[in-house]
T-cell receptor, first 111, second 119 residues
Framework: QKEVEQDPGPLSVPEGAIVSLNCTYS??????FMWYRQYSRKGPELLMY????GNKEDGRFTAQVDKSSKYISLFIRDSQPSDSATYLC???????????FGQGTTLQVKP | ETGVTQSPTHLIKTRGQQVTLRCSSQ?????VSWYQQALGQGPQFIFQ???????GRGNFPPRFSGLQFPNYSSELNVNALELDDSALYLC??????????????????FGSGTRLTVV
């Protein structure tokens, strides 16, 4: 079993839809939770960062962490074609460079 | 512009050869991590360097090695290349520890990667 599980999709939605992306994990030591966006032929770009449990909102993006269920989510409101990318969840037990990534979910937002 | 640059962007090598990939971090970023991302997969942690010393390693064999230099540049070396080494190699650098989270945010910035193809 992988430490972090993420549905690879692909996920296709119409413009303006609400998108929900999810990851589950098995390591209860994880405390730092991140969502990265990766465009084709580019490196991952940090979207959201959450320490421990709770919600965090930044514009159209909301990240949720439920440590009791070992489940994290990213919601994208009013999705745009420019949101079309691969979304990677990542987590870490400590504030180090050792991140454990999910497989990534490919999202396509159709105009 | 991420402030982390990697070179070359693409590389083709033959099985059994050796390769060196380079990363240039932002000034002041004294921690660098390297990742391997196979097609359709998430990045996998190779190792991390802090102040020119290896400081954590993932599940990769010793033929994967690295160096970090005082000028915030670093290298990933892979010996005896295998076909399965074909992947996107990413480096990520970070501000010094006291500036990182939880209050300071995570702080790691990725480069655009080097696409290595082993034939």
């Amino acid at each position: 079993q992988k430490e972090v599980e993420q549905d690879p999709g692909p996920l296709s939605v119409p413009e303006g839809a609400i998108v929900s992306l999810n990851c589950t994990y098995s390591n209860s030591a994880f405390q730092y939770f991140m969502w990265y966006r990766q465009y084709s032929r580019k490196g991952p770009e940090l979207l959201m960062y959450t320490y421990s449990s709770g919600n965090k909102e930044d514009g159209r993006f909301t990240a949720q962490v439920d440590k009791s269920s070992k489940y994290i989510s990213l919601f994208i409101r009013d999705s745009q074609p420019s949101d079309s990318a691969t979304y990677l969840c990542a987590m870490s037990a400590g504030n180090t460079g050792k991140l454990i990534f999910g497989q990534g979910t490919t999202l396509q937002v159709k105009p | 512009e991420t402030g982390v640059t990697q070179s070359p962007t693409h590389l083709i090598k033959t099985r059994g050869q050796q390769v060196t990939l380079r990363c240039s971090s932002q000034s002041g970023h004294n921690t660098v991590s390297w990742y391997q991302q196979a097609l359709g997969q998430g990045p996998q942690f190779i190792f991390q360097y802090y102040r020119e010393e290896e400081n954590g390693r993932g599940n990769f064999p010793p033929r994967f090695s690295g160096l970090q230099f005082p000028n915030y540049s670093s290298e990933l070396n892979v010996n005896a290349l295998e076909l399965d080494d074909s992947a996107l190699y990413l480096c990520a650098s970070s501000v010094p520890g006291p500036q990182r989270g939880p209050e300071g945010g995570y702080g790691y910035t990725f480069g655009s990667g080097t696409r290595l193809t082993v034939v």
